[in-house]
């Protein structure tokens, strides 16, 4: 069973990470799942939009960044309502609201990115130092296959901060925190996103104003369409830790490889990392790598991995962290666009039984050779291929009668550039 219990550093949780993970799902007349980031999880404030059958503006949207629209289908980007109804356009779910009220109300947007959505939580007496944490509901409204593969998914930011003695405004431990891009679904879905983040000891200064603020990551383009409700913001008297705390995730392309960086701040029983990648907007995840621990750690730790397989465009990243008693939880998400700066190749199994398949990379569209050598230096096989410009996969599919034993692969592009030599082992 995996661990549902938010830290003030592992930024974000999100129901659509991946299909492992719905316990945490919402659909949009059925409870399924866990309802606090922490225990005894009590709200301060809670904006769930109120109820009718007019659609209406709201204060704490920001009016520069969305435009309110009175009547007629959500088209542009950069408009929102407040509305009963998901269904703002014809391509979009027919939904209610999460909180379930009669003809309740939610906030609806065609998004066009940028701060949208600010709320400050005024508290007389002041916040105390420690926990807390900020929530939402939110749904991609998209029906399943709208906008194709190139369809834009919604990713959306949390920031909670403080006003400070000199009124400006410091963020949290644990903020600000990103979603994962929200998939379609073939049917209505919420989802409840957010963290668990900490207010510091500011001596003797009283907090009085605490802010939450909400980012739309993805600019206009088609696709980018979402709806919210039930916006939280809660303490958590008893504590919010976990085993792990993520102090940060990071991806970086190098060369035609992305790094991936994480750091703990500290580790209590941690048993391994496995990062994992997506590369189809978080809807399916493979292994990229795994990473042992000592166990536990009381100091920051840093870490690294590389892939060496990445596609061009967007690869998703995220870490597993797994118990000793094997519960896990996952870390934000990040993402990194692939630019193909030079052609390569990577051979995908070594050893190989029969068919040798290939991930290549382009900086365009052309055709490649591949011969394959006995240790003599003799060519036993060879093949050419065209391919498009970015990534593709295909499979050298002669070498299958060989007898076993070790051979050299060298791959050239069109100009003989060598794309790949390396040695390959024969099941």
């Known amino acids: 069973m995996q661990k549902m219990t938010a830290s003030p550093r592992s ?66 980007e950069g408009v929102y309502r407040i509305a009963n109804s998901t269904l703002q356009k014809p391509e979009w779910h027919s939904s209610k609201d999460h909180t379930g009220n009669t003809n309740g109300k939610m906030l609806v947007v065609n998004g066009n990115g940028f701060t949208f959505y600010s709320h400050t939580v005024n508290s007389p007496t002041g916040f105390t130092a420690g926990f807390y944490s900020a929530s939402l509901y939110l749904m991609n409204v998209n029906k399943l296959g709208t906008c194709g593969e190139k369809a834009l998914l ?28 929200v998939v379609q679904t073939a049917t ?71 790094n991936i ?51 061009a465009g967007l690869n998703f990243y995220r870490i597993k962290q797994v118990d000793i008693d094997g519960q896990y939880k996952y870390s934000v998400t990040v993402n990194v666009k692939l630019t193909v700066d030079r052609s390569s190749a990577f051979v995908l199994s070594n050893p190989f039984a029969t068919d040798i398949p290939v991930e290549l990379l382009s900086t365009k569209n052309q055709s490649v050779s591949l011969a394959l050598y006995d240790l003599t230096g003799k060519s036993v096989a060879s093949d050419r291929w065209s391919i498009a410009k970015g990534s593709s996969r295909k499979s050298m599919e002669n070498a299958g009668n060989l007898q076993r034993g070790m051979y050299i692969l060298v791959i050239k592009d069109q100009n003989g550039e060598t794309l790949y030599n390396g040695k390959l082992i024969k099941q």
């Open 154 to 181: 919604p990713i959306i930011s949390f920031t909670v901060e403080y006003q400070a003695e000199n009124g400006s405004w410091v963020l949290l431990d644990g903020a600000p925190v990103t979603t994962p891009p």
């Open 261 to 311: 960086n994480w750091s703990t701040a500290s580790e209590t029983n941690n048993k391994y990392f496995d990062v994992e990648k997506s590369i189809d907007g978080g809807f399916n995840w493979s292994l990229v790598a795994t990473t042992k621990t000592g166990g536990n750690s009381a100091v920051v730790k840093k870490y690294e991995a590389v892939d060496a397989r990445p596609v």
């Open 188 to 258: 209505p879905t919420w989802i409840r996103v957010g963290g668990v983040f900490t207010l510091p000891l500011t001596g003797s200064f009283l907090v009085k104003n605490i802010r939450v603020t909400l980012k739309d990551g993805i600019t206009g383009g088609c696709g980018n369409d979402y709806a919210l409700d039930d916006i939280t913001f809660s303490t958590c008297p008893s504590g919010g830790p976990v085993p792990v705390q993520f102090l940060g995730v990071a991806a970086k392309q190098i060369g035609n490889r992305v």
């Open 11 to 76: 930024k974000f949780f999100c129901a659509l990470v991946s299909l492992s993970m719905l316990s945490l799902v919402f659909t949009s007349n059925s409870l399924q799942a866990q309802n606090s980031f922490c225990p005894n999880e009590t709200p301060l404030f809670t904006e769930n939009f109120g109820s009718g059958t007019t659609f209406t503006s709201h204060p704490d949207v920001e009016k520069t960044v969305l435009e309110f629209q009175a009547s007629g289908p959500l088209t542009n």
